[in-house]
Nanobody, 128 residues
Framework: QVQLVESGGGLVQTGDSLRLSCAAS????????MGWFRQAPGKEREFVATISWNGYSTYYSDSVKGRFTISRDNAKNTVYLQMNSLKPEDTAVYYCARDTRMLRRGAMVTTTSEYDYWGQGTQVTVSS
């Protein structure tokens, strides 16, 4: 069993930055790709970013590419999402999740069905 806990969300203004963290406990996540998703009110959960198990590959949605950076520290069992130049449309609950497949090659893990463990989410609100 893996427990994922997100933190770092908050209320910021347009153009500000936030760094989200996802701390894992219970079992290691070092052999799994990890992803960030977000869900705005009334909308489906959408893919944001993913990172391969070894950190060598990353992949981003077009809406955040160039503004967000995903990273991981396997020694700390933690994944991060650095969010810069935030926009009101980035407002959502952000979730981290663990890939279902161990040692998957690459970081093309973009659908919710490819993840098995999820955190409870952290709210990010960007005011205009």
């Amino acid at each position: 069993q893996v427990q994922l806990v997100e933190s770092g969300g908050g209320l910021v203004q347009t153009g500000d930055s936030l760094r989200l963290s996802c701390a894992a406990s219970g079992r290691t996540i070092s052999n799994y790709a990890m992803g960030w998703f977000r869900q705005a009110p009334g909308k489906e959960r959408e893919f944001v970013a993913t990172i391969s198990w070894n950190g060598y590959s990353t992949y981003y949605s077009d809406s955040v590419k160039g503004r967000f950076t995903i990273s991981r520290d396997n020694a700390k069992n933690t994944v991060y999402l650095q969010m810069n130049s935030l926009k009101p449309e980035d407002t959502a609950v952000y979730y981290c999740a663990r890939d279902t497949r161990m040692l998957r090659r690459g970081a093309m893990v973009t659908t919710t069905s490819e993840y098995d463990y999820w955190g409870q989410g952290t709210q990010v609100t960007v005011s205009s």
